[in-house]
Every structure is written in structure tokens, then in C-alpha cells.
């Protein structure tokens, strides 16, 4: 058991880029979420899968987000055209059970700086 | 919706003083709870969680809380400080189906001065 993966721990990009985050749950883990989370903010839900379907989107994934879990393995969390207000650490979360909250295991997270 | 209230925002305790932190939570149903730390830089640890039974929980690290339904309130408590216990706690509640996302609060940050 590795534990939960993500990939870069962090970024720096320049308004108007895209970036894409990793995440690599752990293994046959079938649930994945993605969180963000602004300074001073507790995260706050933005998706997530079971398997490779994507059962929950966020209101707060605006149409320049989008996720993937192609194999049901690891995901993607792709920000295009990115602003300053995406500045945020973006943590992904993966369990086993049906009952999910009972082992949720997060990662350390990716810490986006748009300049 | 459910939500959750931490409403200390920055609390500050000397070490071996005891510590309380508070939650409130909203929610229609038996919620399921918990208390997360992190470190900076760090992603988040599981500290204790609430699903039924005794009211009275215990976690790692020496933190225990307490599930109040009167007063929809989940504290965390430590009788005595250690300067690693320097972090930010957040507190969270979730639907018994699992089958919805956790909703945390917006964080307590304790410090600890010798």
C-alpha cells in the first residue's frame, strides 16, 4: 500500500496556460475524488469517480475543468486557460468500501500558482 | 444541504494545556463525522470519526470527540498539548450512503507556544 499519489506537488503557470494534475489512487481503490482547497478554506468537493465513470461534478467545475479516469485506475484533472483565482491546492482523495468515508486516504496534494 | 461550522478560525494554547476545538454541523440525517489535521504542505490525516454507537470517540495521537445530537456538535478535545500538535483541524460530515462527497469545514489553525 503506497498510499495516495499526485503528480507535480507543484506548478506555476502563467494565466491563460493549461495544466494537468495526476493522481494515481491506491491500488484497487474503486472510488477517486479531487478537492480543492484555497488558503484559509477547508477543500471543497469538486468531483468524483467510481471506477472510470464520473459519477458528481461541483458547480464548482466551471467548463475550463475537466476529469478523467479512462481505465479506472489513475485520473487527470486538466485547467485550461488558466486564471488567478484557479491558485489553489488540489487534493485527491481514494477509498474502497461502499460505505466510502470509512478509509479515505488522501494524497499530499498539487499546489497550483497561476501568475 | 449539509454544512459545517468551525468557528474558531485561529486558536492559540500553551503546550501540555488542554484544547478544545469546535464543530457544528447541519444536516437532516445521522451524520457520519470526522476530524482531519494537516500539516502545511502536507494532505490530510484522519484523526477520528463518528458513524454510531458510543458518543465518545477516540483517535490518534492522544485527540478523542464528542457527538452532542442536541446541540449538533462534534468537538475535538486533547487534555494535553504537544508542540507537534501545531497544524490546521478541519472537521467534516457525510451522508451514511457514502455515496455523497464530505463536506468539511473551513478549518480551526492552532498554534502552540511554550
Known amino acids: 500500500d503506497t498510499g495516495v499519489s499526485q503528480d507535480p506537488r507543484h506548478k506555476i503557470t502563467k494565466r491563460g496556460q493549461n495544466v494537468t494534475f495526476r493522481c494515481d489512487p491506491i491500488s484497487e481503490h474503486n472510488r477517486l475524488y479531487w478537492y480543492r482547497q484555497t488558503l484559509g478554506q477547508g477543500p471543497e468537493f469538486l468531483t468524483y469517480f467510481q471506477n472510470e465513470a464520473q459519477l458528481e461534478k461541483s458547480r464548482l467545475l466551471s467548463d475550463r475543468f475537466s476529469a478523467e479516469r479512462p481505465k479506472g485506475s489513475f485520473s487527470t484533472l486538466e485547467i485550461q486557460r488558466t486564471e488567478q483565482g484557479d491558485s489553489a491546492m488540489y487534493l485527491c482523495?481514494?477509498?474502497?468500501?461502499?460505505?466510502?468515508?470509512?478509509?479515505?486516504?488522501f494524497g499530499s496534494g498539487t499546489q497550483l500558482s497561476v501568475l | 444541504a449539509q454544512s459545517v461550522t468551525q468557528p474558531d478560525i485561529h486558536i492559540t494554547v500553551s503546550e501540555g494545556a488542554s484544547l478544545e476545538l469546535r464543530c457544528n454541523y447541519s444536516y437532516g440525517a445521522t451524520p457520519y463525522l470526522f476530524w482531519y489535521v494537516q500539516s502545511p504542505g502536507q494532505g490530510l490525516q484522519l484523526l477520528l470519526k463518528y458513524f454510531s454507537g458510543d458518543t465518545l470517540v477516540q483517535g490518534i495521537k492522544g485527540f478523542e470527540a464528542e457527538f452532542k445530537r442536541s446541540q449538533s456538535s462534534f468537538n475535538l478535545r486533547k487534555p494535553s498539548v504537544h508542540w507537534s500538535d501545531a497544524a490546521e483541524y478541519f472537521c467534516?460530515?457525510?451522508?451514511?450512503?457514502?455515496?455523497?462527497?464530505?463536506?468539511f469545514g473551513k478549518g480551526t489553525r492552532l498554534s502552540v507556544i511554550a
Open positions: 467534516a460530515v457525510g451522508y451514511y450512503s457514502g455515496n455523497t462527497p464530505l463536506v
Open positions: 482523495a481514494s477509498s474502497k468500501n461502499r460505505v466510502s468515508y470509512e478509509k479515505l486516504f
